[in-house]
């Protein structure tokens, strides 16, 4: 290990050591009941994992809940609506009616926003304190089941599955690493997907998972949009092509290893933090690069382009999709987490 990489870890010792012990005793507390856990009145599966940054979760959730509303429950997805700018208890996004979501993602979330554009049928609501969007989605939409984005932290309120995304990146504590909770953390979990054909469970992982049951799901590109309405382009299109990439996402080289898989030559990869919104400023300087190649951004981007950007007709989104290699025993899984508990 080089020398300054020994001071940096030193330095970052002690409030990583402290992050720790802040997590530890936070779960202890709402574990032994020293800290109340609110009884929700619906079933609640929560789609959650230990990293900071992207882990899938936001696929994962579209397809959780568009399999539930295909089997014939009333789902709603519950999200804290990260970033957006709504200050009431809760947010209605999509009433599971209207062909669009019913607020901008600036004031909702991008997360949210694309998660509402891309189930038109299912209601999203967002709301910091949880149980709030949780209530709303059974006072107003009768929902038999609610589907908890990035919940697994969310200690307050009571579920009854946890599903836990883990992709093998899973190392220290932050600011040391990435970790929100120490891997330990992992004795809560009902249901363990790893993300990615060579995921892996870390070995210092295996000791709290002994038991629960373990799925594996690749990230898959089924197609290029120009909007969630529009009609899918094979990604096959761009096959042996130069393409200019633009994100701004938390996994980054996940998305440029997508691109490269595809067959498509990467002219550049302009990365921004996650949840950036662009400037107009940037998006010209992406289309003066790009020259006549296509620009490819993901689909929570796109959410936030403006118009004039996205009527150049040069840029496309890539759509991304989970494929189970045990889909039914995954489903069967999340349905004997809850169908017992409904009315």
Known sequence: MKPGRILADTFLLFPSTGYYAVQ?????????????????????????????GGSGKTPAVIFLAGMLRAG??????????????YRAPYLVVSDGTSSQPLVGPAVAGDEPYLIAS??????????????????????????????????????????????????GFEDRMFPLGRLREPLSALKRANILVLMGRNASL???????????????????????????????????????????LASAIANAVRFRNLALDLGWKVLDHKVFPDHHVFADSELQRILQEAGQSPIVVTEK????????????????ALRIELAFNQKEHFVQAVLDSFSGHLD
Not at 127 to 143: C, E, H, T, W
């Open 202 to 244: 870390p070995t210092a992982a295996e000791a709290y998972v002994r038991g629960l049951p373990i799925f594996r799901c690749e990230q898959i590109a089924v197609g290029l949009v120009r909007g969630f309405s529009s009609p899918l382009i094979s990604p096959s299109a761009y096959h042996g092509q130069p393409v200019m």
């Open 24 to 52: 530890k005793i936070r779960e202890r507390a709402y574990l032994s009941g020293l800290f109340s856990r609110i009884e929700p009145p619906v079933p609640v599966v929560s789609v959650g994992n230990l990293l900071m």
């Open 118 to 167: 891309r189930l038109p049928d299912i209601p999203v609501i967002v709301g910091r304190k949880r149980i709030n969007p949780v209530s709303a989605a059974f006072d107003l939409f009768q929902s038999n089941v609610v589907i908890l984005d990035d919940g697994f932290q969310h200690l307050a309120l009571k579920r009854n599955a946890d599903i836990v995304l883990v992709n």
């Open 72 to 85: 014939g429950f009333k789902p709603s997805v519950v999200s804290r609506g990260y970033r957006g700018t």
């Open 301 to 316: 981007d796109w959410v936030k382009l403006p118009e004039w950007f996205k009527s150049t007709g040069r840029v496309v």
